[in-house]
């Protein structure tokens, strides 16, 4: 795992699962072809690069001490990692569902 307020690895004790338990996995690159046969079911959440600057900045400006040094990581790192993935994995080819999501409420879920 990784924590990306720290800008780090983590570590955390093994659990399992119970047989009939249902887990539910969410970050980004998740359907990098090392981990795509784990997961039953897929969905991908597609934002726009400029909502998604939007949103991140305002959501993580206290994280990384105002919206200039958060706007700067998506726009250096953040971003330019999704486009690396998104052009070499094309992650809405392998979802099962890929949800629209500009607009939460006006969201549109598109099914294979």
Same mark, same amino acid.
């Given at each position: 795992?990784?924590?990306?307020?720290?800008?780090?690895?983590?570590?955390?004790?093994?659990?399992?699962?119970?047989?009939?338990?249902?887990?539910?996995?969410?970050?980004?690159?998740?359907?990098?072809?090392?981990?795509?046969?784990?997961?039953?079911?897929?969905?991908?959440?597609?934002?726009?690069? $400029? $909502?998604?600057?939007?949103?991140?900045?305002?959501?993580?400006? $206290?994280?990384?001490?105002?919206? !200039? #040094? !958060?706007?700067?990581?998506?726009?250096?790192?953040?971003? #330019?990692?999704?486009?690396?993935?998104?052009?070499?994995?094309? #992650?809405?080819?392998? !979802?099962?569902?890929?949800?629209?999501?500009?607009? #939460?409420?006006? !969201?549109?879920?598109?099914?294979?």
């Amino acid at each position: 795992m990784f924590d990306f307020r720290t800008d780090s690895e983590t570590h955390s004790p093994t659990q399992t699962a119970q047989q009939n338990s249902i887990l539910l996995f969410d970050g980004v690159f998740l359907l990098r072809q090392e981990l795509i046969d784990y997961w039953d079911y897929k969905i991908f959440v597609d934002v726009d690069f $400029e $909502e998604s600057l939007r949103r991140a900045t305002l959501r993580d400006k $206290e994280l990384f001490g105002s919206e !200039a #040094p !958060a706007r700067d990581r998506y726009l250096k790192r953040y971003i #330019p990692g999704q486009k690396i993935y998104l052009k070499t994995v094309n #992650p809405k080819t392998l !979802a099962d569902v890929v949800v629209k999501n500009n607009v #939460p409420e006006k !969201a549109m879920v598109c099914y294979k």
